[in-house]
């Protein structure tokens, strides 16, 4: 049987949106996100980490330095009993001066290809999985693979709802916080997925 995922988005979602931290000690979890996380652990979900970090492929930051952000993220989530199984970013950016990140990618959400991979790599049923995030592009990513998406009203989550309602495009859930979120998913939304 093929393992049901909660795709996470990383800034604005799981953490204040700070723009582009470029270590962990500018990266602020806010506090219920650890009791969302263990929620999902607990249901026998996966917590799949899905970012665009174009901070790298602008020259804030290097791989190696987001890499260490995602492994300290993970360790503050295990020393607290939650478990984020995976981290899957896109380190691109058009107009990048390294040629190694100047590309229009595949893997920016709201294009699939990091849900896509995730589904190969973890053997994760999309259909039966959610989507978590604060922009339109985490909802548009969550309908580009077939995951049932849910939007935050932290971060961006405000103007995000206003957009997505005007355009007719609402997510199949708002919900205040991470943890809300994963609240429904739980109850109400184990029918949507």
């Keep these: 049987m093929k393992n049901r995922a909660v ?8 953490n204040d949106d700070v723009g582009y931290p470029g270590c962990y000690g500018q990266v602020r979890v806010y506090p219920s996100s650890f009791e969302a996380v263990r929620k999902i652990n607990i249901a026998g979900l996966l917590a799949v980490v899905v970012t665009n970090q174009s901070g790298v492929g602008r020259g804030y930051f290097s791989e190696d330095a987001l890499r260490g952000i ?3 993220m993970a360790e503050e989530f295990a020393a607290r009993g939650a478990r984020l199984d995976a981290f899957y970013y896109c380190p691109h950016f058009p107009l990048s001066s390294d040629p190694r990140y100047r590309r229009d990618c595949g893997c920016r959400k709201p294009s699939p290809e990091m849900g896509l991979r995730a589904a190969r790599e973890m053997d994760i049923d999309l259909a039966a999985s959610f989507m978590v995030g604060d922009k339109v592009e985490d909802i548009e990513f969550g309908r580009n693979i077939g995951a049932a998406p849910v939007l935050v009203l932290t971060g961006y989550g405000r103007e995000s709802e206003a957009r997505l309602r005007a355009e007719g495009r609402p997510a199949a859930h708002t919900a205040a916080s991470l943890l809300e979120a994963v609240d429904w998913i739980l109850s109400d939304g184990s029918s949507a997925g």
């Design 7 to 14: 795709f996470l988005d990383r800034d604005g979602t799981i």
């Design 70 to 72: 995602h492994r300290l």
